[in-house]
């Protein structure tokens, strides 16, 4: 968990007895993060946004667990990214979670052309996410940098009431799109095989 606070809100919205849970935050010691399974009592991991360990922090506790020998068993819980290729009408066959792009433009913008080349030579949806903050940053990067025929995916708030999915071309998003702003966002990109 990445906050303690939002963590006690939602699990008393599900009416757990919060009072008698021990909420750790995941930046803490790993090592004793990792107590209660030595001393035989149960650990859950929560994610503050999206599923437990995919683009997320509890990756390291989960590690950790399997190198100490502990049972790890995953329970179904929605994930962004998932979520969003499910939405996008993108190849699912084929398909790659890229994590977040480099922060600096010119190392962004490589990126992003390395992506759609492999997009488009294995058929494959590249999947990538940003900091709220950045998101405009990336889709105008995405815009500028991809062929028209490339299409963009943009699926953000995703499983809250204002969840947007929108699918256009580069070139039509161009003409008339604009960014989801400060909102979690996944992106996902296909690219034409024609270029």
């Given at each position: 968990?990445?906050?303690?606070?939002?963590?006690?809100?939602?699990?008393?919205?599900?009416?757990?007895?919060?009072?008698?849970?021990?909420?750790?935050?995941?930046?803490?010691?790993?090592?004793?993060?990792?107590?209660?399974?030595?001393?035989?009592?149960?650990?859950?991991?929560?994610?503050?946004?999206?599923?437990?360990?995919?683009?997320?922090?509890?990756?390291?506790?989960?590690?950790?667990?399997?190198?100490?020998?502990?049972?790890?068993?995953?329970?179904?819980?929605?994930?962004?990214?998932?979520?969003?290729?499910?939405?996008?009408?993108?190849?699912?066959?084929?398909?790659?979670?890229?994590?977040?792009?480099?922060?600096?433009?010119?190392?962004r913008d490589k990126r992003i052309r390395e992506l759609e080349q492999r997009s488009r030579r294995e058929r494959?949806?590249?999947?990538?996410?940003?900091?709220?903050?950045?998101?405009?940053?990336?889709?105008?990067?995405?815009?500028?940098?991809?062929?028209?025929?490339?299409?963009?995916?943009?699926?953000?708030?995703?499983?809250?009431?204002?969840?947007?999915?929108?699918?256009?071309?580069?070139?039509?998003?161009?003409?008339?799109?604009?960014?989801?702003?400060?909102?979690?966002?996944?992106?996902?990109?296909?690219?034409?095989?024609?270029?």
């Amino acid at each position: 968990m990445e906050n303690a606070k939002s963590a006690r809100a939602f699990l008393g919205a599900l009416d757990l007895p919060v009072r008698e849970l021990s909420i750790k935050v995941i930046d803490e010691d790993i090592d004793e993060l990792l107590l209660p399974l030595r001393e035989k009592r149960p650990l859950g991991l929560l994610s503050e946004a999206g599923c437990p360990a995919i683009a997320d922090p509890g990756a390291a506790l989960v590690e950790a667990a399997h190198r100490e020998g502990f049972k790890v068993v995953p329970l179904i819980g929605p994930s962004s990214i998932v979520l969003a290729l499910m939405a996008s009408g993108l190849e699912g066959q084929r398909f790659a979670f890229c994590g977040y792009l480099p922060r600096e433009a010119k190392d962004r913008d490589k990126r992003i052309r390395e992506l759609e080349q492999r997009s488009r030579r294995e058929r494959e949806t590249e999947i990538f996410i940003e900091t709220p903050y950045r998101n405009d940053g990336l889709f105008a990067a995405l815009l500028a940098t991809c062929a028209p025929a490339t299409r963009l995916c943009v699926a953000a708030d995703l499983t809250l009431p204002q969840e947007t999915v929108v699918v256009k071309t580069v070139a039509e998003w161009r003409r008339h799109g604009a960014g989801p702003g400060k909102r979690p966002a996944v992106f996902l990109l296909l690219s034409s095989p024609t270029g």
